[in-house]
């Protein structure tokens, strides 16, 4: 019994042997210049990772050139629009003041041919008139100055002028240049001499 026993035991060791396959590499043969760095080896996750976040920005910056692309149109188009409409704003500003100018011409002809100073007077009394009627229709009115108390908001003084009333102090009692307003806003001060009381 012992005898098989034994045999027994040989047979169980015998059955099960390591065998090593691992490949070993002389370094005394290995031609030590054809060896390079060794790049960075990652998990699997992480390289699928890196390749994700390269995807990602590789079409982050698509959309940005595409955004870019369209602010740079929206822009040109703008400036066009503005352009035209700025030009249109030009023309209908223009074109009141066309008609002033043929007055003015017709005035000069008919001075030229009748040879007469009324003939002219009238005609440039004529033509100062529509000119001030085409600036109300834009909103342009003057603004009276004479014999109104000096108002800083709206008039310059340029000089003093005695005067022996002592109501008349402080009055605007004569105007070198008519100021004007354009819908309730100062278009150009008046300039005007206001009286001052001795």
């Given amino acids: 019994m012992k005898d098989q026993e034994k045999q027994k035991e040989e047979t169980d060791t015998l059955d099960f042997q390591v065998i090593d396959k691992r490949q070993f590499v002389n370094l005394d043969t290995v031609d030590k210049t054809t060896i390079g760095e060794e790049k960075p080896r990652y998990p699997t996750y992480v390289e699928e990772l890196m390749a994700r976040m390269a995807e990602t920005e590789r079409r982050f910056q698509e959309k940005k050139q595409q955004i870019d692309d369209e602010i740079g149109r929206t822009k040109s188009r703008l400036e066009s629009d503005f352009e035209r409409k700025l030009e249109l704003e030009k023309q209908k500003i223009i ?6 100018m043929d007055n003015l ?39 009276p100055a004479i014999n109104q108390p000096f108002d800083p908001n709206l008039e310059q ?30 278009l150009r001060p008046a300039r005007v001499r206001v009286g001052r009381f001795e």
């Fill in 157 to 186: 003084a340029i000089g003093t002028v005695k005067v022996t009333d002592a109501e008349r102090d402080g009055i605007v009692v004569e105007e070198v240049q008519s100021g004007y307003s354009m819908n309730g806003q100062l």
């Fill in 95 to 100: 074109l009141p003041f066309l008609e002033v």
């Fill in 105 to 143: 011409q017709r005035a000069l002809d008919s001075a030229v041919h009748s040879g007469t100073i009324e003939n002219l007077l009238e005609g440039v009394q004529m033509t100062a008139n529509l000119f001030r009627a085409k600036l109300q229709a834009m909103g342009v009115e003057a603004i």
